[in-house]
């Protein structure tokens, strides 16, 4: 039991220490310059700069959100059919019922899609 615990602060510990290290020694071994503003300034063929960096246009946000579900529905079905018969009843009505929300909810997702492209 303890072994399961310090195996999962192990990782933890691990998992947070790689990105760490890395950004730490991008910063000690990267060039240290002033800023300069015209070569920190957006490429945009001579012209200013109109409107904010920040605009994102969300055509394609609607088709991830949908495309999200279905991989999860992929995964859980899945691990579920493989481990049904080692799972207790009460966890088979809750896997239902979320496959069964999930499900749903991309359904409707479609209906979105379809409903703003025409």
């Known amino acids: 039991m303890l072994y399961n615990y310090l195996s999962l602060v192990f990782f933890v510990a691990f998992a947070i220490f790689i990105p760490v290290s890395f950004i730490i020694t991008s910063k000690m071994?990267?060039?240290?310059?002033?800023?300069?503003?015209?070569?920190?300034?957006?490429?945009?063929?001579?012209e200013a700069t109109i409107g904010s960096g920040r605009d994102i246009d969300i055509e394609y946000l609607p088709f991830f959100m949908v495309?999200?579900?279905?991989?999860?529905?992929?995964?859980?079905?899945?691990?579920?059919?493989?481990?049904?018969?080692?799972?207790?009843?009460?966890?088979?009505?809750?896997?239902?019922?979320?496959?069964?929300?999930?499900t749903l909810l991309s359904i409707l997702g479609y209906k979105y899609i379809g409903g703003k492209n025409r």
């Open 29 to 46: 071994l990267r060039k240290r310059s002033n800023p300069n503003p015209i070569k920190t300034a957006p490429y945009e063929s001579g």
């Open 67 to 102: 495309f999200l579900p279905f991989e999860i529905i992929a995964i859980l079905i899945l691990v579920w059919s493989i481990n049904a018969i080692n799972i207790p009843y009460k966890t088979d009505l809750e896997m239902i019922g979320l496959l069964s929300v999930i």
